[in-house]
Structure formats: C-alpha cells, structure tokens
C-alpha cells in the first residue's frame, strides 16, 4: 500500500542544515495498522508529510496506494487521508460545519455531504458535542473530529501523527478503538507515536526510526523476539560499578547496561543511575544465580524485576539509547 | 474552471460565515473610517488647497486607505490558520490551490465594498456628491487595490509565517504607502521632490482617481492611469500569492 525508496529530506536553517530524514526505506502492507516509533525529532511527521504530499523529499521514491507520489500527487490525495499532530479546525465552527465543509472540498455534492457529516457523527460517537464549537471539545473529542474529517471521504490509507499524545488513557482507549474499527472497514492505517506501549498495542507491525533512520521493522513479536532472552532490572543501590563488574563475567548474562544512565549523565543522582538492566537466557534461571552472586560480594539489591523485552529494550539495543529519555 | 469557481465559493462561504461569527471586527473596520469622518473631516474645512466641500476632498483618499488597511492586515488570521493546522488540513484535499486564495480574498473585497458604500452613504448629508457611474468605477478600483493588496499580505504571511514578524513589515509598509497617497491633504502642496516619490507610489495613482471620479469626471487620465497601475498590482500580488499557496507551507 505504501512503499518508500531512499527517501531524503534536509531543511536548511540560518545556522545549521538538519537532516530530517536519512534514507527511509518503507514498506507497508494493505490493511495494517503500521506503526512508526521514534523519539522527538526523529524525523516521524516529516515522514509523513512526504507520503501525504506536503513536502517534495530531496531524493528517493515513493509509491502510496500504488500511485508515484511525484508524479501524480493530485491522484495521491484522493486516496489518502491526513491528520496532523495540530488537528486542524477553526476555533468558532462546529464539527458538522467542518465535515461537511471537508467532503464538499472533495467534491462531493451538498446533499450527500450532509448525509456523510451524519453519518460519521454517529459513527464516532460526535453527537453529543457536534453541533458545539470547536474550542469547546476537550483533547480526546478534538482528535476524534480530527480522525473522522480525514476519512470522510473513505480514503485508503489514513496518516496519523501521533493522535494520543497529550491524551488522557481513557480517551487514548477511544482512539485506539477508533483506528481498530478503521482497521476492519479493511484501511490502512499509518501511526506515528512515540509511546511504545502504543505502537506495542495497536500495531501490527511497527519501524524504529531513529535520527532519520529506520533502524528495526517488524511486527512487535518478532522485534521483541529478535532479543531472545529475557531483562532483569536491579535496583543497586549506587554500586552500580561494582555489580556490573561481577555480573559481566557471568555466563548466562549476555549484556549489563545501567538502565537509562548513559542517557541522565546531567542527572546524576537521579534513581535511573542506580538501576542495572541485564539481558540474560531464561530469568527464571538467572536470578538466583544473581541473587547468590550479588549477596556473597556483599552488595544488598534494593529491587529486582524481571521481564520480557519491550519495544524499549529493542529501541535501546538499535540506538544505544533508551526511548523513555530520548522522548519528550 | 468549474471547480475553481465551486471550491473558491466553498473557501469564500467559509471565510464570510467566520467574519459574521466575529462582527466585532466589521464593527471597528467600519467605525475606523467613521472616526476619521467625524473627527477628522471638520479640521480640513480651514487648509487652503482642498476646495468648497472638505469631504469631496477627503471621502475619496479615505476610500483609498480604507482598501489600503482592509487588505494589508489580512495575513494575520492566515498565520492564525497556519498555526490551527487548517492550511494544511486543506492543502492534503483536493481542493485547487487557486481557490484558497480567491476565496479568502473574495470575502475581503466584499466586505471593503460593504464598508465602503456605507462610508459613501454616511457621508451625503455632510455634502458629498458622486454619481452612480463613479461611483461603481470607485468601487472597481477599491476592490482591485484590495484583491492586490491581500494577496500580498498573504503571500507575505505565508513567507514569514509568525505574526511577530508580520506586525512590523507591515506597520513599515502600509505607513509611507498611505502618507504619499496623499489621503490627509493635497501632494502637490508640498515640496517638488515629495511629489515625485509620491508618483511612484501606486496608490497616490488612486487617490487622484477616486477624488476625479467623485468630482465626476470619470474621463480625467488619473483613472484610466490608476485602473492600469492598480490592475497590474493585483495581478502581480495574485500570482505570487497563489504561488506560495501551491508551494509547500510548512
Ligand atoms: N520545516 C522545518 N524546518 C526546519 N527544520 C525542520 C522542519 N521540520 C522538521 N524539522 C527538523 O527535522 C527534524 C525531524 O523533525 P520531525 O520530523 O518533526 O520529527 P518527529 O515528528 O519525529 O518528532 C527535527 O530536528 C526538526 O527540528
Ligand atoms: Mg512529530
């Protein structure tokens, strides 16, 4: 449904030259909800601002919905809904202005532009505040008009740029049902986040994007499997040096890393710095064996955790970094 | 050609049922030139140079600054648009790039027209006189220097994209533009060299059209001159600004 060749974008700034995106390689398939995770300014909306025909990317190739994305955007647009990170409504108009304003501005007649405002109204449960202005809806009814005007007029693909950030879980959970149900009526979603229990819950397959970059692709399973093993988290107390020391050496531990700190130096004290991360085989096995170890050199954990990766341990072992501290 | 004159209708509607929602602004819009007309008008009676009636002196150069200021200060709600996400909310439809433009300077020229008539009609009692052939030629030229004058206000926004920068540009254009027009009192009373900066400037062309219309002499060369320089303006103000609407916005 989408497929993305070398793409490249560069602004040029008064100071400095940022390379957004670095050579985006992309594939995404018919009727998936496609996640893109990334940090702040890992180049996500630019992304998606090339595939929705916003901006001409310096080099590479697109196709969406099978159409070249440089040769025909007109044709692109037709077939694509867009909702930015902003939305996009007028303070003093209400949501059924706005529908009815978005299917007419796609050529759709008066009569049957009203029937379509209606009809999404009911569908995205807008009835209670439709007729409201716009200033009036809280966070989690403003994205819900802002999804429903980028697909009044039944696109194939849908962009989304991170529609649950600021957003409270409640109505998080409503808009994740809302892209589900999209999901069904057979779109193809394309989501950007920066959470990844959001690209863990509601994606089917997800990229890691990083400084421009994709670095991992794959549905979460598969990434997170590609870290066998299982993490244990321990809370060490400020002898981080020490336990790392002892645990390096041991044969079940494949990698010890203090948890987030490589990112927090300007935070030294702050409790990551006091938290170890151990990629081991099997957890069940590891930890008495850490546990026997840590305790006969003398050193008191203050926790221990176990658990299986997440998409943060993936993002960590690509990068280096963690996506908790890079984010935001 | 269809669906530009539909999607500029749908973009005009738009942008008319915004400004009926905020009337404070048409309110002030059309108190501003009251204000100069009650306020101001009285004092021209004692310049010399300025003839029988000040306000057959003084109704048309207001006519000239009000289109001047009804059309400059639009690319405010545009980067207040820009801000919203709407520009770009729009830009991923189909909808012509042309008609984002001639929309939303449609809905400013009607409503300088608007303004305009009603300053005309508060105007008669005080003595003002003008023909209704004039007066629709007028309403030609204000609508040119305002269709001109918000497409370049919009394609200056869409440049700078932050009000903070937009206020001064504007405040440093829209000032000498509207002092050598000569709308307070007559150019050719002041010095030579004054005279002749104000010949460059498009709208001095407009406001000898519009006080030679008024004192009814549709046939004097200033109109003819001003529908030309003015229509030239607009053409050139229009094809920028529909260029930097087609052109990506960030
Ligand atoms: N129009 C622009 N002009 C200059 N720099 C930009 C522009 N858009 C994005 N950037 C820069 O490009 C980088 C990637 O931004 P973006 O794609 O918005 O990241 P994300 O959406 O992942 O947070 C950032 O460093 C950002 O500052
Ligand atoms: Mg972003």
């Known amino acids: 449904m989408i497929e993305t060749e070398g793409l490249w974008k560069s602004f040029r700034g008064r100071k400095a030259t940022v390379e957004a995106v670095r050579g985006v390689d992309l594939s995404v398939q018919e ?38 994305l440089r040769r025909s955007a007109g044709q692109v647009r037709r077939n694509i809904g867009y909702v930015a990170q902003a939305g996009g409504t007028w303070d003093q108009v209400s949501a059924r202005e706005e529908l009815i304003l978005q299917a007419r501005l796609f050529g759709i007649h008066k009569g049957e532009a009203r029937r379509r405002a209606t009809d999404a109204i009911e569908a995205f449960e807008l009835t209670d505040f439709a007729d409201r ?41 409503h808009v994740w049902a809302e892209v589900r149900r999209l999901r069904a009526d057979g779109m193809t979603v394309f989501v950007t986040t920066h959470y990844m229990d959001e690209a863990d819950a509601l994606c089917d397959r997800v990229a890691i994007i990083d400084q421009g970059t994709i670095v991992a692709e794959g549905s979460p399973d598969e990434l997170k499997r590609e870290i066998a ?31 987030d700190a490589m990112l927090v130096p300007a935070r030294p004290n702050s409790p990551a710095a006091t938290q170890l991360r151990l990629y081991v085989d099997e957890g069940g096995t590891a930890i008495p064996q850490i546990l026997r170890l840590l305790e006969g050199a003398g050193l008191h954990l203050a926790s221990i955790e176990l658990h299986r990766p997440s998409l943060d341990d993936v993002f960590l072992e690509k990068t280096g970094r963690s996506l908790r501290e890079v984010g935001d | 050609m269809y669906k530009l004159g539909r999607d500029s209708w749908l973009v005009f509607a738009r942008q008319m049922g915004l400004l009926l929602r905020s009337p404070a602004w048409v309110f002030v819009g059309i108190m501003q030139p009251l204000f100069f007309l009650l306020l101001f008008g009285p004092l021209l009676k004692s310049i010399p140079g300025i003839g029988g009636n000040p306000y057959r002196f ?33 830009r991923v439809t189909p909808v012509s790039r042309l008609a984002l433009l001639i929309g ?77 027009a000569g709308v307070f009192l007559p150019m050719d009373r002041g010095p030579r060299w004054l005279l002749r900066l104000s010949q460059f400037n ?43 609407f087609a052109r990506a916005v960030r």
């Not at chain 2, 303006?233 to 920028?240: F, K, M, N, S």
Request: charged letters at 15%; aromatic letters at 6%.
């Open chain 1, 133 to 173: 202005h716009c200033k009036t809806y809280s966070g989690g009814q403003r994205r819900r008009v802002d999804i429903a005007l980028g697909v009044l007029h039944r696109p194939k693909v849908l962009f989304l740029d991170e529609p649950t950030a600021g957003l409270d879980p409640q109505s998080r959970a």
């Open chain 2, 104 to 180: 939303r300077a449609a809905s400013t020229v009607l409503l300088l027209l608007v303004q305009g008539i009603l300053l005309v009609v508060v105007a008669l009692p005080f003595g003002l006189t003008v023909q209704i052939g004039p007066l629709l030629l007028t309403l030609a030229l204000l609508a040119l220097i305002a269709l001109g004058f918000s497409s370049v206000s919009y394609a200056i926004a869409l440049w700078l994209k932050s009000e903070d920068a937009l206020a001064p540009l504007l405040n440093l254009l829209s000032l000498p533009l509207l002092l050598l």
């Open chain 2, 202 to 244: 498009p709208f001095k062309w407009a406001t000898d059209a519009s006080r030679a219309l008024f004192a009814g002499h549709p046939g004097d060369p200033s109109v003819w001159k001003a529908l030309i320089i003015l229509g030239a303006v607009a053409v050139i103000g229009v094809t920028w600004a529909a260029r930097s």
């Open chain 2, 58 to 90: 003084f109704i048309p150069g207001l006519l000239i600054q009000l289109s001047i200021f009804s059309g400059l200060f639009v690319g405010f709600s545009l980067i207040a648009e820009l801000r919203l996400g709407i520009i770009e909310r729009m």
């Open chain 1, 31 to 68: 009727g998936e909800v496609f996640g893109f995770l990334g940090p702040n300014g890992a180049g996500k909306t630019t992304t998606l601002r090339i595939l929705a025909t916003l901006v001409p990317p310096d080099k590479g190739r697109a196709t969406v919905a099978g159409i070249d």
């Open chain 1, 229 to 259: 093993g299982d993490v244990v988290t321990l809370g060490v107390n400020g002898a981080a040096e020490k336990a790392t020391d002892l645990l390096r050496t041991e044969p079940y531990v494949r990698r010890v890393e203090p948890a």
